[in-house]
């Protein structure tokens, strides 16, 4: 398995992280144990999760559930914790699931740090996230009706110097390895750089934002950013919630799956995103590649510092998965690969 350093933490990862946001909704905790000795077989030892986990739905009885069901699995053999890096997310402004829907401060960022601490069953967290900024975002389809306009820059660089100063306490007492964001901007993750680099506090480690063939806005600033600050990207969905694998092609929908479950995954399921499926796919056949496989390998072969993170309902889906993450594709099938992004652009 190949390894990659998470920012200038001096953290080392793998290059593939296996996702757990199902874990005690789709993904009983029996299976999801599975799937962790499994990951870890395979030679994976780096894990995502978020105290809001497990989603589709997101409900107030749940929330923490995931990191519990991991924790359980770390608790059965120290082994287990001494070999993987544990990344978990603190939840912002919501729907009062977690601290009545307060935003992130210094003060709650420590609370959120450490019921994940607890929950995980562990003393140290190897990253720590925020799942989404205070001032909010464009992602989730979010860009269409995007409205920066009730931004105060103050504010916000006030609230990047709250929170990395709760985060180096932490880091001080040893029970955090590196900060990182999640769907943020290019600007956003630029500011938490620089105030880190003006006051001397943690460094933005990680950006975990969406990445897959079928969306590419990461592509143009954030990569820029990302190659000159040394910010290694955690692309999410590289499936596009299941999209990519073909099983919604010709209106299908699974037993099971999250469609099945959500009917509208976050405005992913456009007719232009089927159609690019259909393109991408034909490219795979051409090539003899698997699909699923193609999808993944492309995303950790981009000209930026990124590893993926990938979920699986089942662990018949996680060995399918498993099996090809040595995959590499040549400079033929990359250069359709991105002819056919220029036909397909934006599908969603």
Same mark, same amino acid.
């Given at each position: 398995?190949?390894?990659?350093?998470?920012?200038?933490?001096? *953290?080392?990862?793998?290059?593939?992280? $296996?996702?757990?946001?199902?874990? /005690?909704?789709?993904?009983?905790? =029996?299976? #999801? &144990? +599975?799937?962790?000795?499994?990951?870890?077989?395979?030679?994976?030892?780096?894990?995502?999760?978020?105290?809001?986990?497990?989603?589709?739905? *997101?409900?107030?009885?749940?929330?923490? $559930?995931?990191?519990?069901?991991? /924790?359980?699995?770390?608790?059965? =053999?120290? #082994? &287990? +914790?001494?070999?993987?890096?544990?990344?978990?997310?603190?939840?912002?402004?919501?729907?009062?699931?977690?601290?009545?829907?307060?935003?992130?401060?210094?003060?709650?960022?420590?609370?959120?740090?450490?019921?994940?601490?607890?929950?995980?069953?562990?003393?140290?967290?190897?990253?720590?996230?925020?799942?989404?900024?205070?001032?909010?975002?464009?992602?989730?389809?979010?860009?269409?009706?995007?409205?920066?306009?009730?931004?105060?820059?103050?504010?916000?660089?006030?609230?990047?110097?709250?929170?990395?100063?709760?985060?180096?306490?932490?880091?001080?007492?040893?029970?955090?390895?590196?900060?990182?964001?999640?769907?943020?901007?290019?600007?956003?993750?630029?500011?938490?750089?620089?105030?880190?680099?003006?006051?001397?506090?943690?460094?933005?480690?990680?950006?975990?934002?969406?990445?897959?063939?079928?969306?590419?806005?990461?592509?143009?600033?954030?990569?820029?950013?990302?190659?000159?600050?040394?910010?290694?990207?955690?692309?999410?969905?590289?499936?596009?919630?299941?999209?990519?694998?073909?099983?919604?092609?010709?209106?299908?929908?699974?037993?099971?799956?999250?469609?099945?479950?959500?009917?509208?995954?976050?405005?992913?399921?456009?007719?232009?995103?089927?159609?690019?499926?259909?393109?991408?796919?034909?490219?795979?056949?051409?090539?003899?590649?698997?699909?699923?496989?193609?999808?993944?390998?492309?995303?950790?072969?981009?000209?930026?510092?990124?590893?993926?993170?990938?979920?699986?309902?089942?662990?018949?889906?996680?060995?399918?998965?498993?099996?090809?993450?040595?995959?590499?594709?040549?400079?033929?099938?990359?250069?359709?690969?991105?002819?056919?992004?220029?036909?397909?652009?934006?599908?969603?």
């Amino acid at each position: 398995m190949r390894t990659i350093q998470l920012g200038r933490s001096g *953290i080392e990862v793998t290059d593939y992280c $296996l996702g757990t946001m199902t874990y /005690g909704a789709q993904t009983p905790e =029996a299976d #999801a &144990h +599975r799937q962790l000795s499994a990951a870890a077989a395979a030679g994976i030892t780096f894990i995502d999760t978020a105290e809001m986990y497990p989603v589709n739905p *997101i409900r107030p009885e749940t929330v923490g $559930l995931t990191e519990r069901i991991i /924790g359980n699995w770390l608790a059965q =053999a120290p #082994a &287990h +914790r001494d070999a993987f890096r544990i990344a978990t997310k603190a939840a912002g402004f919501n729907e009062g699931f977690v601290r009545q829907g307060l935003p992130v401060t210094g003060a709650t960022f420590t609370e959120a740090f450490e019921g994940s601490l607890k929950r995980l069953q562990t003393d140290y967290i190897d990253l720590y996230q925020l799942h989404w900024p205070n001032r909010g975002h464009y992602h989730f389809r979010q860009m269409w009706s995007y409205d920066p306009s009730h931004q105060i820059r103050a504010e916000t660089i006030a609230h990047m110097e709250d929170v990395l100063t709760a985060a180096q306490a932490l880091i001080d007492a040893g029970k955090m390895g590196a900060f990182g964001l999640s769907n943020e901007t290019a600007w956003g993750t630029a500011q938490w750089v620089n105030t880190s680099d003006r006051l001397g506090l943690p460094r933005v480690a990680s950006i975990q934002n969406e990445y897959s063939l079928l969306y590419r806005t990461y592509d143009t600033d954030l990569a820029e950013l990302a190659v000159n600050e040394d910010v290694l990207l955690l692309a999410y969905s590289p499936l596009a919630v299941g999209i990519l694998t073909g099983k919604y092609q010709g209106g299908a929908i699974p037993a099971g799956s999250r469609l099945a479950i959500q009917e509208e995954p976050s405005g992913r399921t456009t007719p232009r995103a089927f159609a690019a499926t259909d393109a991408y796919h034909a490219i795979a056949r051409r090539h003899g590649i698997d699909p699923v496989h193609m999808s993944l390998a492309f995303t950790v072969q981009r000209p930026f510092p990124v590893a993926t993170i990938f979920g699986a309902t089942t662990q018949a889906q996680l060995d399918h998965i498993l099996a090809g993450l040595d995959t590499h594709l040549g400079t033929e099938i990359l250069g359709e690969i991105n002819a056919t992004h220029r036909l397909h652009a934006m599908p969603f």
